[in-house]
């Protein structure tokens, strides 16, 4: 279940991530313009120039830290 929903939301954190990057790179030299714009563009733009599967490249990290916070929380549950 959790490792599903892993490989469903790694495309928005990817994507927000970018996005808070970015707002901080452009506070420092406002003369040029955002290259993402917005949740579905900044989408767009990495499927368009990293190739579609860019964004799951660190999933193996993301799904370890899964099952590291899945086992805690099996064997420390108290019934």
Same mark, same amino acid.
């Given at each position: 279940?959790?490792? !599903?929903?892993?490989?469903?939301?790694?495309?928005?954190?990817?994507?927000?991530?970018?996005?808070?990057? /970015?707002?901080?790179?452009?506070?420092?030299?406002?003369?040029?313009?955002?290259?993402?714009?917005? !949740?579905?563009?900044?989408?767009?733009?990495?499927?368009?120039?990293?190739? !579609?599967?860019?964004?799951?490249?660190?999933?193996?990290?993301?799904?370890?830290? /899964?099952?590291?916070?899945?086992?805690?929380?099996?064997?420390?549950?108290?019934?």
């Amino acid at each position: 279940k959790y490792v !599903l929903l892993q490989f469903c939301t790694i495309l928005l954190d990817t994507a927000k991530v970018r996005l808070q990057l /970015q707002k901080k790179a452009v506070v420092g030299d406002a003369a040029d313009a955002p290259k993402y714009r917005g !949740l579905l563009g900044t989408m767009a733009t990495i499927a368009r120039e990293e190739g !579609l599967a860019a964004p799951w490249n660190s999933i193996i990290p993301g799904l370890q830290r /899964q099952c590291i916070y899945g086992g805690l929380r099996i064997r420390l549950y108290d019934p």
